[in-house]
């Protein structure tokens, strides 16, 4: 059995966890299937726009527990486990494309911080999310890295202390998700979503997204001289003044992606 599923269309690559018997859990299996896949899309030039979602009745549920539970473990193999998970969690920041989390049904614990690490995400009406380590004894310590850093401190301590489950309202209201959609309409709007953003320059959207990251956390006058670089850098590629062009002219731009 595949736990990742894969299609591509219109510059749109369409991951799919499917382990839907073990709500799309984060075993070692499925994310080294993961890691695989989005290392192999690195490369895929004609991908612009990842969408991320899950088979069955829920996004993902976190990690396996099942492979957390045993007396004869030793601290390098639950090292190992989550060693895994962050590596791909920040391969996703680091990915040209830019990566969408579809959600639905619950996104709880590893799946919460998932979501929490795609660059944007869209959920239905009655998805739920949350970070219940702490009532199991085992506090969402890595899911609180990219959740705090979305959703500011108080939020964040809020759902790490508490683990209560989070309406999709209250996690728009959050800024961890940025739209919602009702449950029928989910995938569509979540396609018609990335279709808009494939509309543009790979070669842009990378520029950006990468730009995006390496600034956010330095200081106001650092991040400045930061952006002042890439933008002038940027001015100098073909797409920016094939887009300049284009837009002077009142035509739709011819975009070469570089």
Not at 7 to 12: A, L
Not at 33 to 54: F, R, T
């Amino acid at each position: 059995m595949n736990h990742i599923l894969f299609e591509k269309k219109d510059h749109i690559g369409f991951i799919t966890l499917n382990s839907p018997k073990q709500r799309n859990a984060l075993s070692l299996e499925l994310m080294n299937e993961l890691q695989k896949k989005l290392n192999i899309l690195k490369k895929d030039k004609d991908v612009k726009v990842i969408i991320i979602k899950g088979n069955g009745q829920a996004f993902c549920t976190g990690h396996n527990l099942k492979e957390l539970v045993g007396k004869n473990y030793e601290l390098s193999y639950f090292k190992k486990i989550f060693t895994v998970c962050s590596e791909m969690m920040q391969t996703l920041h680091k990915m040209p494309q830019i990566v969408i989390a579809q959600v639905h049904g619950t996104a709880m614990a590893a799946g919460c911080q998932l979501v929490a690490a795609c660059d944007l995400a869209i959920s239905d009406t009655n998805a739920k999310f949350s970070t219940p380590g702490v009532k199991i004894g085992l506090f969402c310590s890595t899911p609180m890295v990219p959740l705090s850093r979305l959703i500011g401190k108080r939020r964040a301590l809020e759902m790490l202390l508490t683990g209560r489950l989070v309406t999709a309202k209250e996690a728009l209201d959050f800024g961890l998700i940025n739209k919602i959609a009702k449950p029928d309409d989910l995938s569509k709007t979540a396609e018609k979503w990335a279709k808009e953003i494939a509309k543009y320059s790979r070669h842009t959207l990378q520029l950006g997204k990468k730009a995006f990251y390496n600034q956010i956390d330095m200081d106001e006058k650092s991040a400045y001289d930061f952006a002042i670089e890439v933008i002038s850098k940027n001015c100098l590629d073909n797409d920016a003044q094939e887009g300049m062009r284009a837009f002077l002219e009142k035509r739709k731009p011819n975009w070469k992606n570089r």
